[in-house]
């Protein structure tokens, strides 16, 4: 069952899945939630780390989502199978002076990958982004996380900085690698 209405785009995976894409809202909390955990428990190149969120968290941070939406600082948007969260991807405006670029940040089920769907979803907020009055999309990946850095690369993000040390996942450091593409 699907239990969301009015997708704001919709494409088909190379397996043949049909995916929605839909803008978030409170009401889908507890998908949201299965969604966050799924992620929290695998412990992937993430910051979604430690202990599984509860329902109370999860919904501070997507009411704190959805006002930065409603402000126009953000844009989040859901990726939709069979009325699960699959996938999701997001872009946040800078402070002031650098409202010109924004932050992606994109994570797909661990289920659903190499399927095509995070190469939509990036396209998807690119063309977003362009009509959010971003110039400059950036984003900071774990230096280990070839599959996104693959990803990034095929768009033709390049890097521009590594902090070294900059993460900490599984009881090691690691480096953050910063890229970024110019939308104009
Ligand atoms: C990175 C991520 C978003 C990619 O999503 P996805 O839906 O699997 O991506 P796609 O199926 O569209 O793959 C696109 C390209 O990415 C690269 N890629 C993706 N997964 C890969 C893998 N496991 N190994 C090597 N390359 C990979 C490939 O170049 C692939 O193109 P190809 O299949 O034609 O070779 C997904 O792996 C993910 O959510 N990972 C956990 C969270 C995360 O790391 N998010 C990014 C934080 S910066």
Redo the contacts with the bound molecule.
């Keep these: 069952m699907n239990l969301f209405n009015r997708p704001v785009a919709q494409f088909k995976t190379e397996s043949g899945k049909e995916i929605l894409i839909f803008r978030p809202t409170l009401d889908r909390l507890p998908i949201l939630l299965r969604f966050t955990n799924r ?1 929290i428990a695998e412990d ?3 910051n979604l780390t430690g202990r599984a969120k509860t329902y109370q968290e999860e919904e501070s941070w997507l009411r704190g989502t959805l006002a930065d939406i409603k402000s126009k600082k953000s844009l989040y948007f859901w990726a939709v199978s069979d009325g699960k969260i699959v ?1 999701s991807v997001s872009v946040n405006h800078g402070y002031e002076r650098s409202w010109h670029v924004g932050k992606i940040g ?3 089920d661990r289920d ?9 979803l990036l396209e998807f907020i690119l063309k977003e982004a362009q009509d959010f009055e971003i110039k400059m999309a950036t ?3 774990f230096k280990e ?4 850095i ?2 990034y690369k ?1 768009f033709d993000f390049r890097v521009y900085g590594r902090l070294p040390g900059g993460l900490f996942r599984k009881g090691k450091f690691s480096d953050t690698i910063e890229m970024y593409k110019k939308l104009d």
């Design positions: 992620l992937t190149y993430l996938g994109l994570m797909v659903f990958r190499r399927d095509g769907i995070g190469t939509k984003l900071e990946v996380n070839f599959p996104a693959k990803l095929k």
